[in-house]
């Protein structure tokens, strides 16, 4: 299973981010750019996956690391980020969170 850090993360530029936590914990706060999926929808939704290599985040990185193991026999080009959303919080990282 590819994975990064989230200092690789940061330096990415133009590579799709798939958050894979639930709603309400996306409505909390996000990487800027990321797209919820939830793992507990993504195998409805995988029409929704980007076509090419794209990255994979969650709280700590354990849900999206298995979403990674799922969807690389599947043919998708997908990488785990290491740390997840709480490392990039703890970075001092920008963070999203839609207004109410």
Request: one cysteine or more; proline letters at 7%.
């Amino acid at each position: 299973m590819k994975s990064i850090t989230i200092a690789e993360l940061a330096a990415r530029e133009d590579t799709p981010l798939i958050d894979v936590r639930e709603k309400d914990e996306f409505a909390a706060g996000h990487v800027p750019g990321a797209v919820n999926i939830p793992m507990s929808e993504i195998g409805n939704r995988l029409d929704e996956l980007p076509e090419g290599a794209f990255d994979v985040i969650c709280q700590v990185g354990g849900r999206s690391g298995r979403v990674v193991q799922a969807l690389e026999p599947r043919g998708y080009d997908a990488t785990n980020v290491e740390g997840g959303t709480g490392e990039w919080i703890a970075a001092g990282h920008p963070v999203e969170v839609p207004s109410a």
